[in-house]
């Protein structure tokens, strides 16, 4: 525990210069603002061709040498537009390490493949299609149309025609609403992104089939947007919802073999209750891996299939926790040995890599400390490494190791060792495109050798606030409720700050699992719009309570069953290491947070009526049992087996409570955390006699997109003027 | 138009004594309020029996002898008990001038007839149906259940036993939501409040059938209540809701024969885009009289069927209008000439009777002048006389009169000849309850001789408000933005109102046809909010514009294709003299209103910026295009028809000059002004980047019910607090 604690508070005073300075707008400080393009740290866009690394403009791409960043036109756009219109470039990719051939969409959003050493097409695809995954190897696409599955063929060749296609194949004709191929399932949970697995050759297709029939509808309403003459009136769009305790639906997986043409679907018994997820397949495309989870969610078990015939095969590895176990990644196979996989697991308290054979044999445990593995970039197979990212060195932090699987031992390979870094690894595992922020540093940009370790320095982006009046940024930890627990806040201050004075403070908040709101990137992460209250003559206050990501497991399921309320008593532990401040005026504290961090917004203002003066909360959860079951019940269990818990987290009950000034805001369009919840708490509040304030977005979701981000900052600001400032 | 200028301003100011008085609170001045009932002036509950008057009492009934006001009990609900649990008796009815039966309702809402005399039970009918019209000379009862048509004939009898059917007939089996049996149609325009009319004998039934299948449905959405423990997820809650310029329902009106069981459809023609209305039966029950507007209300004609056939006999008037034609009332024929009948309309440019014959010739007008006819109450048959109500003493009033049908001559027969008379008339219409308010009177009751106009008074009210610090009530004119007309408004003043001061104002603004704010009911039937935020230091001021009733054709026509435009003018000769009198502060003016009312303020906020500072707008009207049919397009014709006056009226380009704070209130299931409206104007709003507040009320329609007006009224009184004050 010292090493998290010797991570004192750090301040960052950026442009405290005396000439005059510009002040931000929420045009420059809000992702939807006409200015924001210009706001943020620049950035390269950099793919691998192969081991080569290659950066891309929308009408241009260069070769880099990753020695000394001297970097050499490949080809424009316009050189390859004899092939009709092209979108930017910066969607390129290189499908093939030893082809000149660059994959790209056209303005019908076909996939187009040019070679572009000829300048010749070699294939196209028509995408005229919902859903698409085209393999490289086989050519062959899967598609989604209308919910029905289809598979093409193209056969590849260069020339300047336009129709490959060889075969278009329907596999199904019950999609529907109801009956849905080849999408996500389980509401994108447990790490699921889509529905379509193509195996390593592309020749075999595992699919996701799920019946929804069984599942009520949410009744969302479509506004019709105001320049849509076609349309007058108002119209239903009902949502598939499953809500904690209620009837889900059933997933199902099935196979295609593109040889036999033939669909079998996996032996995996009655899927009622049941979670199927991170589909893998084997190298040598024969058998599936996918992991099993129940209803409950405290039991997850990962069977082998015969790709072939859908057969089971074998459970290798059975996890259960009395709390939850998530299984959120797919076995993934040493690419120097076929008969050996890595496994992810919090079994041990912390996200750590296992190495197992296809047996079902833990061989080892790979990576082990009170760090957790925060992502699996890939391997160098020569030296036997795999390539990670991890908060091994500062919990905050994100810091790329290369990892020998033989001997367990790893050695970082990022540039500076502090900060917040992403990885991209070549083809060979050689090679990493290292891009981090650090608390002074808007974004560099390096090449790493992965073994030696040894960086490059590629790009160093300007400080793109050079010039403005910019507020101070610190971090810090302190202890959370348990008395022992380090926490991590971040307080925003204005650039005048004077200790003397007496600030309103706003306490902004998410709290919710999957997130953080504190690390080590730039300003320690602080969310523009807090930099546009510092201007303003707020201080921010963020904290991340138990309950939020990257501390491990104890420290994420601390708040089972109960919600909110740890993460209440944590956040209360921020307010009183504010109110131990002189210079923050504790009868002007506010809170706003969105999704979970609304339900937070509200459960503080309704728990703590006499500390929050004033609180936005948006697209809050009111009560558990509106919200999905997957997500839903992995932290609170049913409505059924927890009443308790979702009488205790309710917040119908403690509308009468309400003091302050409260504005509640969300998307009418909300599939996410549907408008039943601010409903019914204003239904709530309204027969209690209380008065919060309400707005929403028409045709918006459960965040504000473009544009009417900016519209809803100011009012989120405005509020904050006119009852806390 | 002298006799109008007379009326000049009054005032009013009541419980200005100086000892201690106690202070209004919302649970006192609004309806939803739990002190309301305590507030409002004490009423009576009288009705006829024959011509004798009974007063009734939840639990007593009392004969009154109009002469001296003397009571005599006639009996009470525990008499009558032995016949089960019976609801109230103020709900009760005398069916029969010369027989001792009361008509009630039981616990299970069926229909009970006793004979209070001998206290037996003579008839029983079952009420478990949506809709019921029950005919007391021949004993039949019309049915509605699930949109289907059924008729009952019961056989009475003096006896206790309960079951007294003795035959159901089912006479539709197609009724669902798209084909709609007995019930109103044309959305309760045209006079419309039923859809069942029962021949005088009570042995033919005229009904409607309205075919909706073709009308959009609106997507209103049901919160489940938060102590329903059946109900989870929110549902779909559509509702037809044709739109103006959109398709419309269809509409026929059926006749079922009782004695031959057998229904035949009036023979009228095509119904699409027509409305039938104002059915009536010739006293011999064997001729049915229809009113039929076309599409664009332009064009009505009284037209006359067989009842027996169904067929077509006679068009006896049509009436046409550049503008529109309104028929709102069915003809009523004269008790001692079955050939003759009244009809009301306003050719003349007022609402007036007219005398016509069965052959369609119009034989006089009976009533004519500046002013209109406001009821027609019934007849004194013997005497040759109409009872009416109208405003010929004063334009904001209400008084009774006979009418001479032979001679046309009138006399007023209530007492006083001031204020705002409500009448009930006697079976031989020779006596009249004449209920009343003045500005200063809360309500007297008076029996009124109709022949010789003799009045004694029965009950007088207390002043509810004794003890109360009371605001002042003004009335007044002023002249409408044509520079001639006179307009009629209300103005309400500090309790301590102290000319020296300057007070913040708001506006009260409805503006819409079919409705008046300003008339000579007890203080100027100021709406109690009014009160309340005089109360709390603010002048309040509200304007019957050009555009509402009781003033003529003209001046309601004076709006059409051009709704609000009118109507914002003369509001602002309303502002022009605020801006005259040195207590306001014409720096703080805020705007209210409702529905129409909505509509005016944010019109009025939008085009003029820089008059009003605030405004609270409850279920606006955002666009008409969005509204429904009937209503719509009588006054705007269709967007098709008249798309600039649908341009110039539409709120959705104004949402860009939005500059003060702008609070919109809806009920969520508003079947009337659909939430459409608020909500496309929330986007109008946020793609313009202006900032309007807003609020909603789950589970509620276009006005908000019982207790939860309460909290809608501290809400608006907080809005202007915040913003105004």
């Excluded at 309320?565 to 504010?578: F, P, R």
């Excluded at 059924?640 to 409570?657: F, V, W």
Aim: charged fraction near 25%; include cysteine; proline fraction near 5%.
């Amino acid at each position: 525990m010292t090493r998290k604690l010797t991570f004192i508070v750090f301040a960052l005073a950026l442009g405290l210069v005396a000439t005059a300075q510009k002040e931000f707008t929420l045009e420059d400080l809000n992702f939807g603002g006409n200015n924001y393009r210009n706001m943020i740290p620049q950035n390269r866009t950099i793919v691998w061709w192969g081991d080569t690394p290659v950066r891309l403009s929308a009408d241009s791409a260069w070769t880099i040498d990753p020695n000394n960043g001297a970097e050499k036109l490949l080809f424009t756009r316009k050189s390859l537009s004899n092939h009709g219109k092209l979108s930017a470039l910066t969607s390129a990719r290189f499908p093939y390490a030893d082809k000149p051939i660059v994959q790209l969409n056209d303005d019908d959003n076909d996939l187009v493949l040019i070679d572009f050493k000829k300048r010749l097409r070699t294939l196209q695809m028509n995408n005229d299609f919902d859903v698409c995954e085209w393999h490289p190897a086989s050519h062959n696409m899967a598609y989604v149309k209308d919910n029905d599955l289809y598979v093409a063929h193209s056969d590849p060749r260069s020339s300047s025609k336009f129709d490959f296609l060889v075969e278009l194949e329907r596999l199904t004709t019950d999609g529907s609403r109801d009956i849905v191929y080849g999408q996500a399932v389980h509401r994108n949970e447990f790490g699921i992104e889509g529905g379509l697995f193509w195996n390593p050759r592309g020749t075999r297709l595992a699919f996701y089939r799920m019946d929804q029939s069984m599942v009520a509808d949410y009744p969302l309403v479509n506004i019709p947007e105001l320049d849509d003459s076609t349309r007058v009136e108002a119209t239903a769009a009902p949502e598939k919802y499953p809500m904690a305790g209620r009837t889900s639906h059933l997933v199902t997986v099935g196979v295609y073999d593109c040889a036999t043409k033939r669909t079998v679907y996996l032996d995996a018994g009655d899927p009622t209750d049941r979670y199927f997820t991170n589909i893998a397949w084997s190298p040598d495309g024969n058998t599936i891996y996918m992991q099993e989870l129940n209803r409950d969610q405290n039991d997850c078990r990962l069977v082998s299939y015969d790709a072939t015939t859908g057969k089971r095969l074998k459970e290798l590895y059975r996890e259960t926790h009395p709390k939850y176990v998530e299984p959120q990644h797919p076995i993934v196979f040493l690419p120097w040995d076929d008969t050996k996989f890595l496994l992810r697991s919090e079994r041990d308290g912390y996200d750590h890599l296992y190495l197992f054979d296809v047996q079902g044999n833990m061989l080892k445990q790979v990576t082990s400390g009170n760090w957790v593995v925060m992502d699996l970039l890939g391997f160098d197979a020569k030296s036997h490494t795999a390539i990670i990212a991890s908060n091994e060195a500062n919990p905050i932090g994100r810091n790329l190791y290369s990892v020998n699987i033989d001997n367990g031992q790893r050695h970082r390979i990022d540039e500076g060792g502090r900060g917040w870094h992403d990885g991209s690894l070549n083809a060979s595992g050689t090679m990493l495109v290292d891009k981090y922020q650090e608390p002074d540093v808007p974004r560099n940009i390096a090449f790493a050798d992965t073994r030696t370790g040894k960086t490059t320095r590629y790009f160093t982006a300007p400080d793109p606030w050079q010039g403005y009046t910019v507020p101070t940024y610190e971090c810090g930890t302190l202890t959370a409720a348990d008395g022992t627990t380090p926490l991590y806040y971040r307080m925003v201050k204005p650039a005048d700050f004077d200790p003397s004075k007496k600030y309103p403070t706003v306490v902004y908040v998410y709290g919710g699992p999957h997130a953080h709101n504190v690390d080590a990137g730039w300003h320690y992460r602080s969310r523009s719009w807090e930099t546009y209250m510092a201007q303003r003559g707020y201080i921010l206050f963020i904290l991340d309570n138990r309950g939020s990501e990257n501390r491990g497991r104890d420290f994420e399921q601390a708040t089972f069953r109960q919600l909110g309320q740890i993460e209440m008593a944590d956040q209360m532990q921020g307010v009183n290491y504010l109110k131990s401040l002189p210079y923050v005026d504790t009868t002007r504290l506010g809170v706003h947070g969105w999704s979970f961090g609304g339900f937070m917004t509200i459960s503080l203002m309704t728990n703590y009526p006499d500390v929050f003066k004033v609180g936005v909360a948006g697209g809050p959860v009111i009560d558990w049992k509106w919200y999905e079951v997957m997500y839903g019940e992995r932290y609170m269990d049913t409505p059924q087996t927890n009443p308790e818990g979702y009488a205790l987290t309710s917040l119908i009950p403690k509308a009468k409570d309400l003091k302050g000034r409260l504005q509640i805001i969300i998307g009418l369009n909300d599939p996410t955390v549907v408008p039943q919840h601010a409903y019914s708490f204003l239904k709530a509040c309204i027969a209690a006699g209380t008065q919060p304030d309400f707005y929403v977005y028409p045709g918006q979701g459960h965040n504000m997109r473009g544009h009417q981000s900016v519209h809803l900052h100011e009012r989120i600001t405005r509020y904050f003027d006119d009852y806390l400032k």
